[in-house]
């Protein structure tokens, strides 16, 4: 197997790791939000590796509609609902969960099937992933002003690499990098680095508002026996 190859699936089982540990760990603090999207995550990587392994073709089309709901509505929209739990205390009900999923995986297929949207469909993941980096300053503020100086530090390295990536991803190409392996391997580490700080800049904003006061005693439990 050619070295680039085998980092590139080393960088995929790291991005099925992070997302399926931290995904499941925010459907157990009932966060469904997230979790579900870490997990959409974990699947369209697992049909990557699949397609790396035996160029299955069913696999590849697997990851590439996954990997274009994630840019397309699963990060920018999902997640940062999901975020909004702590800085704005969004607590949607299961069934608003749901819709926002049926919504996204409906809005996807007809974004792919409809070739009116095929030229401008870059500009719009890169559109809707810059939204999604603007959110990620604001959080990153909240943090600070908490005090969680170092989450917020994590969470600025993680927007700026993420919006590196989404800006690279459709309209530049490295050199020498015809297959977009090399682009690949950095992607995923990216979006790795990414899933683990949120989970910690997440409970890190929502600790701090709690021990000041902007949730209840419940809340607080739960956290600790978290």
Known sequence: ?????????????????????????????????????????????????????????????????????????????????????????????????ILFFVGAFAGTAALLSIDAFAKPLPYFYLVMWSAFSIYLVYFGYRLIQVGEYRHAVHVVIAMLCGQAIATIYDFFKIPGDEQQIIFLILALTTWSYLVVVLYYAFYALKRATISSGGADVNEAFVEKAG
């Not at 089309?61 to 609902?81: E, H, M, N, Y």
């Open 1 to 97: 197997m050619d070295i680039k190859i085998a980092i590139l699936c080393v960088a995929t089982i790291l991005l099925w790791a992070t997302t399926l540990i931290w995904g499941i760990k925010f459907l157990r603090r009932s966060n469904y939000l997230l979790g579900i999207e870490y997990l959409v995550v974990t699947v369209s990587t697992t049909n990557l590796f699949i397609y790396l392994m035996n160029e299955s073709q069913l696999a590849y089309d697997i990851s590439f509609f996954l990997d274009a709901f994630s840019r397309a509505a699963g990060i920018p929209i999902i997640a940062t609902a999901g975020l909004m739990a702590v800085t704005h205390n969004y607590k949607p009900s299961k069934t608003v969960d």
